[in-house]
């Protein structure tokens, strides 16, 4: 038989098809599987076909047949079930984090692990409340870059801006870079941080990498100090309140029992908590001293109280008299 120009790539071809056009859903049949084959400039026999399947078999594809009114093959399970990949996608949609370009473009990439047939429900619409696609494209290539210097153990370099009332970028320290100790980074409040050891601070320090420009790893390695050596990033993150540092302070709450789940969704399962009474419970945790967490406790009205210590007590209730200060001289 005159082999066509495509004939060494006739199982490649053959599993390309079965993968891209098969499901538990929709299969083809063994006259769909030679026409495909024949369009592409493929001649071939149905026992070279049954040959070529059994080699896919044995390389890790799980091509399987169905018989109704004719025999159809197609692939049953695969690298990502269908749920896994619409979670997948939800959670590119859904993130503030990748813009909307990048977001197209991911699950575009996520449609090709699936048939085209199931690739269609992937085109979900997720609604978020109040979500704002990032607009900075370079924050994706930026983690990769932070990611490969933190597992290099290497020191990174970059420059740090915030926003004026014009919207405008106003680099902090006049524009000079940043040289710090990277030790992991931390999504939070769809955020991603980098966290840091800081040697113009000696301490730890964490920075929003959607604010960072121009980074780089350097070639010098980070310091070998007891500091770094006994960092453990989730005891430095969990006591933080959207990542606006302030001294971290062992408080007792005492909270109305409709905010137990609360309770636990911020601080986790292991969060200390003993009943006060029949309405309230006793909650022991790490905060941060800061208007965050201040905002955090005002949130919930009279449904929660900070018992201890009182310095903490005290610069809330004074937190909270400045606000109405300022709003009764507007």
């Known amino acids: 038989m005159p082999k066509g ?20 859903e929709k299969g083809l049949t063994m006259k769909e599987i030679l026409t495909y084959l024949e369009s592409n400039g493929i001649k071939a026999e149905r026992k070279s076909i049954y040959d070529d399947m059994e080699a896919l078999r044995l390389y890790g594809v ?8 004719t025999t159809e ?5 695969r690298d990502f079930e269908l749920p896994e990949l619409k979670l997948l996608v939800d959670a590119v949609q859904s993130s503030k984090f990748i813009t909307q370009k990048k977001s197209a473009e991911l699950i575009g990439k996520l449609e090709s692990l699936t048939s085209k047939n199931q690739a269609k429900s992937l085109q979900r619409a997720v609604f978020v409340s109040n979500r704002i ?3 900075n494209e370079s924050i994706y290539y930026n983690v990769d870059a932070l990611h490969v210097a933190i597992l290099g153990k290497r020191k990174v370099s970059f420059k740090y801006f915030d926003y004026d009332a014009k ?39 964490h920075y929003r990498v959607d604010r960072m420009l121009e980074i780089k790893a350097l ?19 969990k006591p933080l309140f959207d990542m606006f540092g302030g001294e971290i302070v062992r408080a007792e709450l005492i909270v109305h029992n409709s905010l137990i789940n609360a309770m636990i969704d ?3 399962k292991d969060v200390f908590m003993i009943p006060k009474d029949e309405n309230t419970v006793r ?20 449904k929660m109280l900070i018992e201890s210590p009182k310095e903490l007590r005290e610069e809330y209730l004074k937190h909270i008299h400045n606000i109405i200060a300022r709003k009764q001289d507007t």
């Open 133 to 135: 696609k990032t607009q």
């Open 62 to 69: 799980d091509i399987l047949t169905k018989r109704d009114a």
């Open 167 to 205: 919207k405008k970028r106003v680099y902090r320290k006049d524009g000079k870079e940043y040289i710090t100790n990277p030790l992991g980074l931390s999504w939070n409040d769809e955020n991603y941080y980098l966290i840091a050891y800081s040697n113009e601070r000696e301490n730890f320090a």
């Open 266 to 268: 911020r601080f986790g």
């Open 73 to 77: 093959y197609y692939v049953g399970e």
């Open 219 to 237: 070639d010098e390695a980070i310091d070998d100090n007891e500091k770094i050596r006994k960092f453990d990033i989730v005891s430095y993150c």
């Open 283 to 302: 909650v022991i945790a790490n905060v941060t001293n800061s208007d965050t967490f201040y905002g955090w406790v005002t949130g919930f009205g009279d």
């Open 5 to 24: 120009s495509n004939q060494k790539l006739k199982i490649l071809y053959l599993m390309d098809l079965l993968l891209s056009n098969t499901d538990e």
